[in-house]
């Protein structure tokens, strides 16, 4: 049985009581880890509450609550709402289960759209000029180097590629020592969309593959100042130097890749590799801008 990985959001709804007060919603997913998994298999929980119970021992109760109800327990909980970390922190540590902020929270992005498209402004009391976007922003960040002991040298290498999103049907298939990934069935993506990437061959592929997988991945995107560079951004609010486009043609590459992200709903990945190797992967990612 693999690993299995919540996420999580607790925060007001645009929907108003008998006293205007909004109402507190929980909802927990589970975590899509693999292409091949279908959407409508994934665990889904969800709990009103009124402003009175917004505390962490509600909020335990919930995810007791919901651990009785899964099919499996999660081993982790992620949850992307910086606000309510100290509250989410507390319940999540008194039910038992280590959490983490992150922006690898796509199923419950995907989740609390829909229902902030059709399921809020059908229960009684919503205020629909109270309705905000799910899309949380993040304070910029400048993004600092990898650690020394996974940064490459000058035998490093990086290439940006496409691959059409019907090549991932066989991602199961590869040699993959770190990553995760996700349906894209889920985002609705046809098998020719072209899936944009960024692959590093590093001597270190698999010290650095491992380092990344102890952090939340979110998504990489291109920063043009104070010099072009393409981020990897983890965990909340973390940003890490990958690259540096240093050129015109790299500059050029990278206003590319950017491009081709929007024409395949954000989705890209993120290789790592060995330059010995030309079909092992020591890291791979499937990843998802906001």
Known sequence: ??????????????????????RWEVLICESPMDVTQAPDTLFRFSRFTDNQS?????????????????????????????????????????????AAPSRRTYALTQWLDER?????????????????????????????????????DKADRWAIVSLPAGDFAELPDWEIAFGESFPLTMLGIDDQTPIPGLIIFSPRATPLAGWMSGLELGYLHLETKPVPRLWLETGASDSWILVD?????????GQEFEAALARAHGVHFLAIQSPQESEAFAGFWLLKTP
């Open 54 to 98: 917004v505390n962490s021992a509600w909020l335990k109760g919930a995810i007791q609550e919901a651990i009785a109800q899964a099919p499996n327990p999660p081993q982790r909980i992620r949850f992307f709402r910086r606000q309510m970390n100290n509250m989410i922190l507390k319940a999540c540590e008194d039910a038992g289960i280590p």
């Open 245 to 253: 486009l240093k050129t015109p043609d790299t500059l050029k590459e």
């Open 116 to 152: 902030t498209k059709s399921v809020y402004p059908q229960e009684e009391g919503y205020d629909e000029s109270a309705a905000k976007t799910s899309t949380v922003q993040y304070p910029a960040m400048n993004a600092i180097a990898l650690p020394d002991a996974v940064r490459g």
């Open 1 to 22: 049985m693999g690993k299995t990985i919540w996420e999580l959001d607790f925060y007001s709804r645009p929907i108003f009581d008998e006293n205007r007060k909004k």
